[in-house]
């Protein structure tokens, strides 16, 4: 079955732009999670979608937004884009939300370059 | 507040020998165990888990990892090295409810000499 798709894979964007990213779950997964990966910081969780209802949200500003349609499908958008944003996002899938031993799937990542 | 220290951000073994990746968590509740690997461009693929079913788990691609509660660690290992087992690995941990929340370490690159 397929996997988790995210798109684009590389983008380029200036200081103050918005981005949306996008996300399609494997098919029967519910929830959602975006991660941000960067040399200095590491992989940080940014939120958590399951069933159109943010579950769970990481330490980062309101400029980091994101959204789940009804087909569970996701989109994370990043407003007034900055130097730092610059990164690799990751969603991951997983069937259902609320369980610590859910394994997550991972895409391929969307590469962000702020300029 | 959970956390995930993993020792050494590069490893470098040779081709044939013994592959010891350590991690070492702070959970304030039993804690559930990844470990995760990423090569290149890809994202995370899932090597192995722990949820308390058994202290040693069995993973793909030869690799195990132990729980030891007394000395808080998750220690990934494999017996002998495969150039193709070059890549990054990420130990994590998550708690309870908080299913699509893991917290990372900062990562081992593995290096495989010939």
């Known amino acids: 079955k397929a996997g988790v798709t995210q798109t684009p894979r590389y983008l380029i964007k200036t200081r103050g732009q918005q981005v949306t990213l996008s996300c399609s779950p494997i098919s029967g997964h519910r929830s959602v999670s975006w991660y941000q990966q960067t040399p200095g910081q590491g992989l940080q969780f940014l939120f958590e979608?399951?069933?159109?209802?943010?579950?769970n949200k990481g330490n980062f500003p309101g400029r980091f937004s994101g959204r789940q349609f009804s087909n569970s499908r996701s989109e994370m958008n990043v407003s007034t884009l900055e130097l730092g944003d610059s990164a690799l996002y990751l969603c991951?899938?997983?069937?259902?939300?609320?369980?610590?031993?859910?394994?997550?799937?991972f895409g391929a990542g969307s590469r962000l370059t702020v300029l | 507040a959970q956390s995930v220290t993993q020792l050494g951000s590069h490893v470098s073994v040779s081709e044939g020998a013994l592959v010891l990746l350590r991690c070492n968590y702070s959970?304030?509740?039993?804690?559930?165990l990844f470990w995760y690997v990423q090569y290149p461009n890809q994202g995370l693929q899932l090597l192995l888990k722990?949820?308390?079913?058994?202290?040693l788990v069995k993973g793909i691609n030869g690799f195990e990892a132990e729980f030891k509660k007394s000395e808080t660690s998750f220690h990934l290992t494999k017996p002998s090295a495969h150039m193709s087992d070059a890549a990054e690995y990420f130990c994590?941990?998550?708690?309870?409810?908080?299913?699509?929340?893991?917290?990372f370490g900062q990562g081992t690159e593995l290096s495989v000499k010939p």
């Open positions: 722990y949820t308390s079913a058994a202290t």
């Open positions: 959970s304030s509740v039993p804690p559930y």
């Open positions: 979608y399951f069933s159109e209802t943010q579950r």
């Open positions: 991951a899938s997983s069937r259902r939300s609320g369980a610590g031993a859910n394994v997550l799937t």
């Open positions: 994590a941990v998550s708690e309870g409810n908080q299913g699509g929340k893991l917290i």
